[in-house]
């Protein structure tokens, strides 16, 4: 039994048990791990993020955005029916795969999208002088980079190519659509409130300049095309009746209907006189040997008999004119089709004339851009969150590829 004591305020160190490891002392191979794991930190991480904060504070410049809501909605055309016409036109429309002006909604977006908008945006307002020289942004400048080497390098100022201008437009011009609403959004981006309302309210009526010419043409054409279908109508109806014309003059002018309706005539009124007849043997005032009666008989049985031979006359005469009738019923035809189809392609041509002559909003604006009060970019609270937390992700995506790496390789 160990009767020690220890000396005061001093204590012995735990003795080390047999087996038992010491803990290992810091080494310049684990240091220098430490080291390099921190540069990587601040290489993926500190690095993007102090790029983007020095961006941000010295060279981000504000960028305005006015914004505007329009439909396009599809013409319908006024019928004879009225409210009938519009209803079927709208039953129409809802049978359609897609909204109603949907397609029409699309060749706006494509051509305010188009090297012709900016053309015509250039003439009436001027759009590039609006952003070049208004920033130093190096990410929302017009001048590409190659121009701004060159420029640098001569010293002088150089034409930015239509192409990169086009790109540029369509980088500060944003259109989106929305098929459920059938909503087109126009967003435009500007370095001045002004020029940003100013831009977005040209392109509104650009776009309905536009959509009303290609509705006009449309018009124009299904006029023209109308009125050329009338005159051959009319053509044609007067040949028809030059023809008919011919045929009476061939045939001593002959009308089968007039003849056959005289005919039918005469024996309708044989068939009332004896009608009349038969009245007056019907009455029990005459004796059955009375002159009067004995006259009405023989007017009856005379009745009776010219009938008969009107009925066999006309039967013989339609026999004998049944190819001429044939014809002249043809003829009839024609004409009568000729006259419908005149008169339909007739009304077609005014309907045309009074949609052609009526000045139809066919753009609907939802809003009307408004000034802004104040810069909507850049977003300082988003950009750098996802800076840093794509410094993360790209560092971690890192470390895990280089330690799949370490241990395919020490396999």
Not at 48 to 62: E, G, I, R
Not at 138 to 148: F, H, Q, T
């Amino acid at each position: 039994m160990d009767r020690t004591v220890d000396f005061p305020g001093t204590r012995l160190a735990p003795t080390r048990q047999a087996g038992a490891e010491l803990p290992a002392l810091p080494t310049p191979f684990t240091l220098t791990s430490r080291r390099r794991r921190l540069w990587w930190h601040c290489f993926f991480i500190g690095l993007p993020f102090l790029v983007v904060s020095l961006y941000l504070l010295f060279n981000a410049a504000d960028r305005y955005e006015a914004s505007s809501d329009f439909t396009v909605q599809p013409l319908v055309q006024p019928g004879a029916a009225g409210l009938a016409a519009h209803d079927a036109a709208h039953l129409a429309n809802l049978t359609q795969p897609a909204a109603p002006g949907a397609y029409d909604a699309y060749i706006v977006i494509d051509y305010l999208q188009s090297p012709d908008a900016l053309k015509e945006l250039e003439t009436k307002i001027g759009f590039l002088k609006r952003y070049r020289g208004k920033t130093t942004d190096l990410l929302y400048r017009p001048e590409p980079w190659r121009i701004l080497l060159r420029q640098a390098y001569s010293g002088r100022k150089l034409d930015i190519p239509f192409e990169d201008q086009v790109g540029y437009f369509n980088q500060m011009v944003q259109l989106s659509y929305s098929m459920n609403e059938n909503i087109v959004t126009l967003d435009v981006q500007a370095f001045s409130p002004d020029d940003a309302v100013l831009i977005a309210k040209t392109l509104l009526d650009m776009g309905e300049d536009f959509i009303n010419r290609t509705n006009i043409r449309v018009l124009i054409d299904m006029v023209q095309s109308a009125e050329e279908q009338v005159k051959l109508d009319e053509t044609r109806l007067n040949q028809d009746h030059v023809r008919i014309r011919d045929w009476r003059e061939g045939n001593d002018d002959l009308d089968p209907d007039q003849l056959t309706a005289l005919v039918t005539q005469v024996i309708q009124g044989l068939e009332n006189n004896l009608v009349a007849a038969r009245a007056v043997l019907m009455q029990d005032s005459f004796a059955a040997d009375s002159p009067v009666r004995r006259a009405a008989e023989l007017r009856v049985a005379a009745l009776t008999d010219q009938i008969a031979k009107e009925q066999q006359h006309l039967a013989t005469m339609e026999r004998a004119f049944a190819s001429k009738y044939y014809e002249f019923n043809r003829l009839k035809e024609d004409i009568d089709f000729a006259k419908s189809a005149y008169e339909s392609d007739l009304a077609a041509v005014q309907t045309l004339h009074a949609l052609a002559e009526q000045q139809e909003i066919y753009l609907q604006r939802i809003y009307e851009p408004h000034r802004p009060d104040k810069p909507a970019y850049p977003q300082w609270w988003l950009i750098l969150p996802l800076t840093l937390l794509g410094g993360a992700m790209g560092y971690g995506v890192i470390r895990m590829v280089m330690a799949l790496g370490r241990e395919k390789w020490v396999r």
